[in-house]
């Protein structure tokens, strides 16, 4: 500056912002202007601004003539004019009143060509109708104004500029003149415009890739969504940008349980994963695994983040379907079955095993019936490892020893906070057969509110849990065992109709031992060598006589009966033989033997007598037109109860 040359010197600016941007400033030396002219161009912001003491009809105190005033104009145009810029100004209407050389020699365009509206000349013909309006606006425009305009350069070729006006105001506000400066903006255009078509490119890139994407900014807020994630979700691009995409398609637990670690993880900018569950258009969650990848710019700062979903719904799927079988397994672990096998070769028993046989490779819904202890589990097993789903769970519920009010929660699951006491989710047991087969024991005890879902999920294959309104889809073939008289049941309406006909699609009939006489040996024997193997002991035959014991006796207990009497046998017994004394076998008769029968025992003896003979002629039926409450003369509940209460097993008079 102190040698008086031109020159342009680069450095940075902060723009209203706050973003720090690279500029060039041209200086120019004063040679030959005068010293208003210097002051002309000190004041120019924007590239123009004059002072005030130069606009024309408002420099009397700043002249004394009007020579003088003409050559304050020729020396604010001379400023102009060496201003390394596209400069002008314009009268308040926006029509042109001088345009620098730099201007003319970029257009090619005489002083004369481009004085009032001339200049729009340069105008491209698509962006001159724009133009007009834009520089006719300015009558009544009140402040600073931009906008873009191609013009055409000398050689006919259009390059885009920024064009940026700044009004000149007399001491009461008003409009004077517009200055303007114009900046070719051709090369950012061009870069903007390869940056969009890049961008176009990634989006045609990441619509293509069969995985869930969405691009986020640095503080993890969606900014892009591929055609992947908006087909699944069913969402707009707009929904994507809204704040409340993540509530919108993620689950409330998810979004709560991962919400400290995002948060944490976005902030370290580093790659990490998460699982949680999306919502799809179709109103059910799915299982995602998302990965998030920053992408950085030059410096290393993260300018965007990636998150990739891969659905992993089936695996979730099988991790927990494994999970509940394992569960499933080590309850079956715990719980002591009556041996592992069936065992005997009764015609009674091959005509069940049969029936098993055919029924075991369909889907088909069976209904198990028997006294208490003859082998029901037994059978669903049997008839479960025989099917095609016999790679799956075999689930086992036990409907007398729920409580009524958790039967529901026990079979079908509950959602947390569903009621007192349910602090998270639990599926059902259902859910943990779903694929396998779910065996229900004294499907006769089951609630009635109960019975109406369990028709449900037999009908449709789905139900809801507690607590919630979505319904859960199913493939869980039902096996149902009971020891009751379901028929009778639902005569006294004790039972559903609809289900019972549901149920007993196929059943199946377990023989009660008194059936079995000849399998009672092999089943003693087959008793006695576990027995005799978990206690330690060599114990290795029964003796004669209590072999004629065993099959003399009617065993109402059943096989459960037995299995307790061999066990009790073997803890007892010291020899190689197995013997068991006669008087385990004899407690009606004790009961008649000794003192004098009370008065209430000798009427307790007599109701039994006439209640077993009703039994006998009804062939064991309860309730019914043809069951022994009808030939009394009783109430069927009435009729139960004095059976439970004088320990008359009913099912001994069944016939086959």
């Not at 940075?12 to 120019?28: F, G, N």
């Not at 299982?287 to 998150?307: C, E, S, T």
């Not at 006294?371 to 049997?382: H, V």
């Not at 576990?530 to 014991?549: C, F, N, Q, S, V």
Request: glycine share 8%.
């Amino acid at each position: 500056m102190a040698a008086g040359m031109d020159f342009s010197p680069a450095g940075r600016k902060v723009t209203p912002d706050r973003r720090c941007t690279c500029c060039i400033q041209h200086l120019v030396a004063e040679r030959a202007l005068r010293p208003k002219a210097n002051a002309v161009g000190a004041a120019l912001e924007a590239g123009i601004q004059e002072p005030e003491f130069v606009a024309q009809g408002e420099v009397a105190e700043a002249v004394d003539s009007a020579d003088e005033l003409d050559e304050s104009e020729k020396n604010l145009r001379g400023a102009i004019d060496v201003i390394p810029a596209l400069a002008w100004f314009a009268r308040p209407d926006g029509s042109m009143e001088y345009l620098n050389k730099r201007w003319r020699d970029y257009t090619g365009l005489s002083p004369s060509e481009t004085m009032g509206w001339g200049f729009q000349a340069a105008f491209h013909p698509e962006d001159r109708e724009k133009g007009i309006q834009r520089c006719r606006s300015l009558a009544t425009e009140k402040g600073p104004a931009e906008c873009e305009i191609r013009l055409r350069r000398h050689d006919g070729v259009y390059r885009t500029f920024h064009i940026r006006i700044e009004p000149l105001r007399d001491e009461t506000g008003r409009i004077i003149r517009w200055y303007g400066t114009s900046t070719d903006i051709e090369a950012l255009k061009q870069t903007e415009e390869r940056l969009r078509e890049d961008e176009r490119e990634l989006r045609r890139i990441t619509d293509a890739i069969p995985q869930a994407i969405v691009v986020q900014d640095p503080a993890g807020n969606s900014l892009y969504a591929n055609r992947v994630t908006l087909e699944y979700t069913g969402l707009a691009m707009e929904d994507v940008v809204k704040p409340d995409f993540r509530e919108r398609i993620f689950h409330p637990e998810d979004i709560q349980r991962l919400a400290a670690f995002r948060q944490s993880a976005l902030s370290k900018g580093v790659p990490f994963q998460l699982e949680q569950r999306a919502l799809g258009k179709d109103g059910q969650y799915r299982w995602f695994f998302i990965q998030y990848n920053p992408f950085r710019d030059g410096q290393g700062r993260i300018v965007r983040w990636y998150a990739t979903g891969t659905d992993i719904d089936e695996r979730k799927r099988n991790e927990e379907r494994t999970r509940n079988e394992n569960i499933a397994l080590r309850e079956e672990f715990d719980h002591s079955l009556m041996f592992e096998e069936i065992v005997g070769s009764s015609q009674s028993l091959r005509k069940a095993l049969k029936a098993v046989d055919r029924v075991a490779a369909t889907d088909s819904t069976v209904l198990i019936l028997g006294e208490t202890g003859t082998g029901k589990e037994l059978i669903a097993r049997a008839i479960h490892k025989r099917s095609p789903r016999s790679s799956r769970a075999f689930i086992r519920v036990n409907c007398a020893a729920i409580p009524r009010e958790l039967v529901a929660s026990e079979l079908f699951g509950h959602e947390k906070g569903a009621f007192t006491g349910a602090f998270e989710r639990r599926i059902g047991r259902f859910e943990a057969a779903d694929g396998g087969t779910l065996f229900l024991d004294e499907i006769g005890d089951l609630p009635a509110e109960t019975q109406i879902t369990l028709l449900r999920v037999l009908q449709e294959r789905e139900f809801e849990r507690i607590g919630s309104r979505k319904p859960v889809q199913v493939d869980v073939r039902v096996l149902a065992a009971t020891n009751r008289d379901l028929a009778a049941d639902v005569d006294d309406g004790d039972f559903r109709q609809d289900l019972y006909y549901r149920l007993n699609v196929f059943p199946v009939n377990v023989p009660p031992l008194r059936e079995r006489i000849e399998d009672i040996p092999l089943l003693a024997q087959y008793l006695l060598e576990r027995y005799a193997k978990k206690a330690g002991k060599k114990i290795t035959t029964i003796d004669r006589l209590t072999l004629e014991m065993l099959q003399n006796y009617d065993w109402p207990g059943n096989v459960r009966e037995l299995q307790n009497v061999i066990e009790r046998g073997v803890i007892l017994c010291e020899t190689p033989v197995l013997y068991v004394d006669e008087t385990w076998f004899r407690r009606e008769a004790r009961s008649r033997t000794g003192q004098p029968i009370p008065f209430n025992a000798a009427l307790d003896t007599s109701e039994r007598e006439m209640i077993e003979r009703a039994l006998k002629e009804s062939a064991g039926r309860v309730g019914g037109m043809k069951g022994a409450a009808v030939k009394l003369g009783l109430p069927r509940q009435t009729l139960e109860s004095k059976i439970k209460a004088l320990g008359i097993n009913k099912f001994r008079f069944r016939r086959p």
